[in-house]
């Protein structure tokens, strides 16, 4: 019967141990807790830079369109 006990903790340990080594490595990649501070940055600013690019280039087109027009006449 003892056993059976000495089991159930030692189970129950190495759930909780799995679950905040799981929660450790998810924080890590969130906050940036021991990783270079520009590597971490710069894997965040890779959508931000994507999203700027395609508007400045929107833009681009319309302007040149627009400047062209004006200059015609």
Same mark, same amino acid.
């Given at each position: 019967?003892?056993?059976?006990?000495?089991?159930?903790? &030692?189970? /129950?340990?190495? !759930?909780? %141990? /799995? %679950?905040?080594?799981?929660?450790?490595? &998810?924080?890590?990649?969130?906050?940036? !807790?021991?990783?270079?501070? &520009?590597?971490?940055?710069? =894997?965040? %600013? *890779?959508?931000? +830079?994507?999203?700027? *690019? +395609?508007?400045?280039? *929107?833009? *681009? =087109?319309?302007?040149?369109?627009?400047?062209? /027009?004006?200059?015609? =006449?």
């Amino acid at each position: 019967m003892n056993k059976r006990g000495q089991v159930s903790v &030692f189970v /129950i340990l190495g !759930i909780v %141990l /799995i %679950l905040v080594v799981a929660l450790v490595l &998810f924080a890590r990649k969130q906050t940036g !807790i021991g990783i270079p501070s &520009f590597q971490f940055l710069q =894997d965040k %600013l *890779k959508p931000i +830079e994507t999203n700027l *690019k +395609e508007c400045v280039n *929107k833009q *681009k =087109d319309t302007t040149v369109k627009t400047t062209t /027009i004006k200059n015609n =006449d």
